[in-house]
């Protein structure tokens, strides 16, 4: 394996697994079971295929030895760590991963540094070719969460136990690196932690400066420049009751990083104001001399340089040492994923061109990240997908993997879905009010790089259906997402024509065609049947052929009415289909005669839809017969799986962009009748249960027979959130129109 001191050379492409064990109570999450990456070691083949010369990998004190040093379990790091060896992957050993160590310790244990130190002795006596460590991620971030706002154990929210903390971490990883060397003297300590930086309105300068101050305490402490003129050091005496000893230690004991880490999120860098009024809804926090809201730098109109070019210079100009990005991730739709890495990458080309020594970009996290979103306070399966998107069982590689494969071998990346600005970049991603305190300034020009060429032929997405609740829902993500799209009428495009077909696409040079058109009266189809086979099969097939013809790629719908309800279990997309309608059968002769034409098509089967944009689906006629004070018949005697719009579309754009293709179930998780459908909805609206009369699909008196139970479920992946959340968000929506 080449050396972390070389330098002059192309910037690497690293990877990492996130891999936190934090503990919240005591309830210990660990992300490496939750993603399942710790049952399956064939995961570390298709990191290698990405083209990572290194990788962040957990060695976690509480995973190896959560009853106690004495009773370590090295099976699982044995396996894992071998396979890396074999694969030719460095990997960085990560000792504690935001965590505060098993149950019998904690960040606050006047012991606490010593016993991490016997624990990482070990880990180089067992594994003495590992040549590089993160003992303690983020140890600052950590001590804060841990200290000082009390997300996580021990729940300190108070300075002296911020310090305890923080201080405990460095003093860990100054005696951690010690016990390493001692076993490989070469060992490097490669150190991460946030790159954040926080800038505020005139009033709160004060308070930005030292926040600004103590975003430096990690690398300061390690590097031993906590002296008698430091600013933090008064701070750390007087308002955290650490003793003068405890800052001379690291004088007497520096430990420089030989690689410093910065994590970079949209989220690093933020805003201070004081004047709430200007952020309705959001929380208000603030100090003993001024009350204030702390949001995104992002969303508000600075007026001083900021980004990442700024904050890894400002690094680079204190500390000289060699600079990594160790973690880079966005939780967002996946073109402004791709966007992001990006974005990230061309800057630290650009930073090295400019003479920083900056080693590498690390794709955070390869195989996503659970539950961030509550900052790990809560265990509610929220997934972000990352490189691999593991929601299907087995990790299925995103567009961040070509991505990344391409820029590892030094190739350029492209994708018609990332022309144009992340929405960091645009104007609707303010939040301030005119009247705020900062002054306007200019939008930034994107740092991704895009080709003259490329520039003059950005190509749309064509959306089929403009007349549709779906097409219109397409449409409208796209504005939200920046994607370019036109969604066009009959008159504009007849998919039953393919002279008109042809026309639209000559016209608009498309990458992708998404079919929302077609006959959707399910009863009237028992007496139109030839009409509805017209624009569902006949159309549908057309458009897919000439897609195929033209490398387009096409994404077109089926239902789960192509199902005969005798399963009782969901549908998965192998299981044989049978449909008891006219609507149906001509969903399932679709579905064949396309994938026999164009494999490359993307079917998407899915059910009922329910959406705030739409008031003559199911659920909106519903509550609003009730509103009404009438009562509204519905059926009890059939199961399904509804649908909400918005999760629907923008997990169709995310796995078009993936570029999948076949059959695919989306549908949110979880089952029910249409009463009980109905009644849920209802309920959460603040209306009348009651009022919803259950009856059989019998007394309905519908043309079309339905199946018994048609509820979805997929082998693929469940990429929709579930029912329960997608009917809390709908009706959340209503009752604000009420």
């Known amino acids: 394996m080449e050396s972390f001191n070389e330098i002059e050379k192309p910037i690497e ?3 990492g697994v996130e891999c936190t064990v934090n503990r919240v109570g005591d309830a210990f999450f660990d992300q490496i079971k939750k993603s399942g990456h710790h049952s399956r070691i064939e995961d570390l083949d298709s990191f290698a295929e990405l ?8 060695v976690l004190w509480e995973r190896v030895a959560p009853r106690g040093l004495e009773n370590p379990d090295w099976q699982w790091t044995d396996r894992f760590l071998g396979r890396l060896r074999e694969l030719n992957i460095r990997p960085i050993a990560g000792l504690l991963h935001h965590g ?11 012991n606490f540094p010593e016993k991490f130190a016997d624990f990482a002795r070990m880990v180089a006596e067992r594994y003495p070719w590992i040549d590089a460590y993160t003992p303690v991620n983020e140890p600052l971030t950590t001590a804060r969460f841990s200290g000082l706002y009390g997300f996580w154990y021990p729940h300190g929210k108070n300075n002296r136990t911020f310090a305890r903390a923080l201080l405990g971490q460095c003093r860990a990883t100054v005696l ?6 001692q076993i490989n003297p070469n060992a490097k300590l490669v150190q991460t932690e946030d790159l954040g930086k926080t800038y505020s309105t005139p009033k709160l300068n004060y308070q930005a400066r ?29 308002h955290a009751g650490v003793e003068s000893v405890e800052l001379d230690w690291f004088l007497e004991n520096s430990c420089p990083p030989d690689v410093i880490g910065f994590n970079y999120y949209l989220t690093s860098e933020r ?20 009350r204030y809201v702390d949001v995104e730098a992002v969303r508000a109109k600075l007026n001083v340089p900021n980004g990442l070019k700024v904050l890894m210079r400002e690094a680079w100009e204190r500390y000289q040492l060699p600079l990594v990005i160790t973690e880079a991730h966005l939780g967002c739709s996946r073109e402004e994923q791709l966007r992001w890495l990006l974005e990230i990458w061309e800057t630290a080309n650009d930073l090295q061109r400019e003479g920083v020594d900056l080693r590498a970009v690390t794709a955070w996290s390869l195989l996503g990240s659970y539950d961030w979103n509550s900052l790990l306070t809560s265990f509610q399966n929220h997934y972000e997908p990352g490189v691999f998107d593991v929601r299907g069982g087995r990790p299925r590689p995103t567009a961040l993997a070509k991505l990344l494969k391409n820029i590892s071998r030094g190739e350029k990346f492209e994708h018609p ?12 991603r303010f939040i301030v009010r005119k009247d705020a305190a900062t002054e306007p300034a200019a939008e930034k020009k994107p740092n991704v790089k895009i080709s003259q060429t490329a520039r003059n032929s950005m190509k749309p997405l064509l959306i089929t259906g403009a007349t549709g609740t779906l097409g219109r829902a ?3 993500i796209c504005r939200i997402r920046g994607l370019s799209c036109h969604l066009l009428s009959r008159r504009e495009m007849d998919i039953t024509n393919k002279e008109s077909i042809n026309r639209a696409i000559a016209k608009y040079n498309p990458w992708a065609v998404v079919n929302t058109a077609g006959y959707v009266r399910v009863d009237q189809a028992e007496r139109e049947f030839e009409l509805c086979f017209r624009e569902n099969t006949e159309g549908a097939v057309t458009l897919a052929e000439i897609c195929e013809r033209n490398k387009i790629s096409y994404l077109t719908f089926s239902s789960d009415l192509v199902f005969d309800g005798y399963k009782q279990k969901p549908y998965v997309e192998r299981d044989f289909t049978n449909p008891l309608n006219i609507y149906g059968q001509s969903k399932a002769a679709a579905e064949k005669q396309i994938l026999e034409i164009n494999p490359d098509a993307l079917i998407i089967r899915t059910a009922a839809f329910f959406s705030p944009w739409d008031e003559f689906n199911f659920l909106s006629v519903a509550l609003g017969t009730i509103l009404s004070g009438d009562t509204f018949k519905a059926a009890n005697d059939n199961f399904i799986s509804p649908t909400y719009l918005p999760d629907l579309v923008n997990a169709c754009l995310d796995i078009l962009i993936d570029g999948e293709s076949g059959l695919w179930h989306l549908a949110n998780q979880g089952s029910l009748t249409w009463a009980d459908f109905a009644r849920q909805a209802a309920s959460l609206s603040g209306l009348k249960p009651s009022f919803i009369i259950d009856c059989s699909m019998e007394e309905l008196n519908l043309a079309a027979p339905r199946p018994v139970y048609s509820a979805l479920g997929s082998e693929r992946g469940i990429l929709l959130p579930s029912l329960d959340s997608a009917l809390n968000r709908f009706t959340s929506l209503y009752r604000a129109k009420l």
């Open 13 to 15: 492409v690293w990877g």
């Open 51 to 58: 083209g990572i010369t290194s990788i962040r990998y957990p």
């Open 100 to 110: 505060s160590g098993p149950l019998e310790t904690s960040l606050v244990d006047l």
């Open 176 to 181: 951690a690196m010690r016990a390493i060397r």
């Open 210 to 238: 030292f926040e600004n101050h103590r975003r430096w305490l990690t690398f300061d402490l390690l590097c031993g420049r906590v002296n008698e003129k430091h600013p933090m050091r008064k701070f750390l005496l007087r």
């Open 271 to 290: 805003f201070l104001d004081e004047n709430i009024k200007n952020y309705p809804g959001f929380p208000i926090g603030g100090n003993k001399r001024h």
């Open 417 to 428: 879905a990332i022309e144009g600005l992340g929405w960091w970049k645009r104007s609707s």
């Open 474 to 476: 397409f449409a409208r």
